[in-house]
C-alpha cells in the first residue's frame, strides 16, 4: 500500500522534531539556494529534503537527484555537466543533471562519497559560474537551488581535508537541518508507529502499551528505516494487533542478525567477538553485536582494516582488471591486429546491436572497432605496451603495474594487484 506523503512523514513530539520542523518551514517560507542535510542512515534524509522541496517556491520546477555514489567516477563528469558529440567515442550532446535542472533544485545524495576535483567544479556551479559540457568548449551557466545530504559530519571531513572546506561552507549558506537518531528521541518512536500502521494499513490496528514499551526501549542503529522494517515484519506474523510478544520475537532476530554478519566479517579477515543470545527483556546491545557494528561502521566511513583493504580491491578496480584481460586477451588471439581485436570485442556494434552472422563489415564499421579498441586501451594504461609483440606485451603488463599520479585512481594499477 502507498504510504501517506513524505510531507506528511515528518512527525514528531520530541524537542528535536519540533525545531527542525521550524528550521524547514522558515527556509521554505524565505526560500533558499543551498542547504545541508545531515544525519545518520536511515533517520529519513530523504523524507526532509523532499518536505523541503516540495513547500519551496521552486516546487514546481525541475528536480534531478543526482545520487552521488552510485555514479561510477570516470561518468560522474558526464553525467553532471554532460557531454559533447565527439567527446569520445559514441559521445553524443547530453545534458547533464545541473543543465536539466537549471531553475529548480538538484539533490546531491551523499555528497561526500564526491571526489575533490568532481567537488571545485560543482562549487563553481553553485556559485553560478560558468562550466562547459564534457568535450565542449560553449560554457553554460545555470541557476538551480542546491540540497546535499551526507550521513557523516561533514565539518569534521572539511577540517580534516578529506572534503573541500570552500564547498563546505558553500553547503551551510542558508542552513543545516540535522536529523537526531530514533534513539535521541525516543518519544517520537509511538507517533512514529501509529502513524506507519495507519498509513500501511489505512485502518486502526490495536497497540498494546507493552509493544510500544518495547519499542521505545529498543536502541534502533537502523534509524526509522529500522522501525518500519520491525513493525512489517510484526504486522505479518500478526496482522490483528501488534502485541509485545511479537514485538520482542522481532526485535531479538535483529538482535542475532550479526551472527550471520561474523561469519561474513570473519570471513573478510575482520576480527569479531561471538554475539551472545539477547535475551526478552529490554537489554542494551550485546557486546558482540556493537563489536561488529563497529567493525563494519569503519568499513562504511572508509576506514576498513587492513587485512579486509587487501582482500577487497574495489568494485572499479575489479572491473577494469577484467577490462584490461579481455583487451589483452583478443590483442592475442588476433595476432597484434588492432581492428580485428577491436571486432572480436564487439567494438564495431553500436550499443544493443546484435552481431549477424555472415554481414560482411563496412569500413566505417572497421574503422570504429579499431578507435574503440585504441581508446580503451588508452583508457586502461596498456597502450604503451601493445606496440610490442602481443606475448610479450601480455607478459609485461601482467608482471609490471604501471605508474600514474598519485591520488588518481589508476586501473592499470589496481589490475596488476595480486
Known amino acids: 500500500m502507498t504510504l501517506a506523503s513524505p510531507c506528511s512523514e515528518l512527525l514528531g513530539?520530541?524537542?528535536?522534531?519540533?525545531?527542525?520542523?521550524?528550521?524547514?518551514?522558515?527556509?521554505?517560507?524565505?526560500?533558499?539556494?543551498?542547504?545541508?542535510?545531515?544525519?545518520?542512515?536511515?533517520?529519513g534524509k530523504e523524507v526532509v529534503t523532499e518536505a523541503l522541496r516540495r513547500s519551496s517556491p521552486r516546487a514546481h520546477g525541475f528536480y534531478e537527484v543526482f545520487d552521488c555514489p552510485a555514479v561510477p567516477e570516470d561518468h560522474l563528469e558526464s553525467e553532471l555537466f554532460g557531454t559533447a558529440r565527439g567527446a569520445f567515442p559514441g559521445a553524443i550532446d547530453k545534458r547533464g543533471a545541473l543543465e536539466r535542472a537549471h531553475g529548480g533544485i538538484v539533490f546531491f545524495d551523499e555528497i561526500a562519497a564526491m571526489r575533490r576535483d568532481h567537488q571545485a567544479k560543482i562549487l563553481r556551479a553553485i556559485e553560478g559560474k560558468a562550466f562547459r559540457r564534457v568535450g565542449g568548449s560553449a560554457p553554460i551557466s545555470v541557476d538551480v537551488a542546491v540540497i546535499a545530504a551526507a550521513h557523516e559530519d561533514l565539518a569534521s571531513l572539511a577540517a580534516s581535508g578529506t572534503f573541500r572546506q570552500d564547498l563546505y561552507y558553500r553547503l551551510v549558506r542558508d542552513g543545516v537541518l540535522l536529523i537526531p537518531p530514533l534513539r535521541e528521541r525516543r518519544e517520537d518512536v509511538g507517533v512514529l508507529t501509529r502513524h506507519y500502521i495507519a498509513a500501511m494499513y489505512g485502518r486502526d490496528v490495536p497497540i498494546e502499551p507493552d509493544a510500544v514499551e518495547r519499542l521505545c526501549e529498543y536502541h534502533w542503529p537502523g534509524n526509522v528505516r529500522q522501525l518500519h522494517t520491525v513493525l512489517r515484519v510484526a504486522l505479518r506474523v500478526e496482522p490483528e494487533t501488534l502485541s509485545a510478544d511479537v514485538v520482542t520475537h522481532v526485535l531479538h532476530g535483529f538482535g542475532a542478525a550479526p551472527t550471520g554478519a561474523v561469519h561474513s566479517?570473519?570471513?573478510?579477515?575482520?576480527?569479531?567477538?561471538?554475539?551472545?543470545?539477547?535475551?526478552?527483556?529490554?537489554?542494551?546491545a550485546p557486546n558482540g553485536e556493537a563489536h561488529v557494528t563497529a567493525a563494519f561502521d569503519r568499513v562504511a566511513e572508509g576506514h576498513p582494516d587492513a587485512q579486509v583493504r587487501s582482500r577487497w580491491l574495489g568494485f572499479h578496480a575489479i572491473t577494469a582488471r577484467i577490462q584490461r584481460r579481455a583487451l589483452l586477451e583478443a590483442y592475442e588471439a588476433t595476432a597484434g591486429n588492432k581492428t580485428a581485436a577491436g571486432v572480436l570485442l564487439g567494438f564495431h556494434l553500436s550499443p544493443g546491436e546484435e552481431h549477424v552472422p555472415g554481414k560482411p563489415l563496412t569500413e566505417s564499421?572497421?574503422?570504429?572497432?579499431?578507435?574503440?579498441?585504441?581508446?580503451?586501451?588508452?583508457?586502461?594504461?596498456?597502450?604503451?605496451?601493445?606496440?610490442?609483440?602481443?606475448?610479450?606485451?601480455?607478459?609485461?603488463?601482467?608482471?609490471?603495474?604501471?605508474?600514474?599520479?598519485?591520488?588518481?585512481?589508476?586501473?592499470?594499477?589496481?589490475?596488476?594487484?595480486?
Open 13 to 43: 513530539v520530541s524537542a528535536a522534531m519540533v525545531r527542525l520542523r521550524a528550521e524547514l518551514a522558515a527556509l521554505a517560507r524565505v526560500g533558499f539556494h543551498t542547504v545541508l542535510v545531515q544525519g545518520e542512515s536511515g533517520v
Open 265 to 284: 566479517a570473519s570471513a573478510a579477515g575482520l576480527r569479531v567477538a561471538p554475539v551472545p543470545a539477547m535475551d526478552s527483556g529490554p537489554a542494551a
Open 365 to 418: 564499421r572497421r574503422n570504429l572497432a579499431l578507435r574503440k579498441f585504441r581508446y580503451w586501451s588508452s583508457r586502461l594504461g596498456i597502450a604503451a605496451s601493445l606496440t610490442r609483440r602481443p606475448s610479450q606485451a601480455a607478459l609485461a603488463d601482467l608482471c609490471h603495474p604501471l605508474e600514474s599520479d598519485a591520488g588518481e585512481f589508476n586501473p592499470a594499477r589496481a589490475l596488476d594487484e595480486p
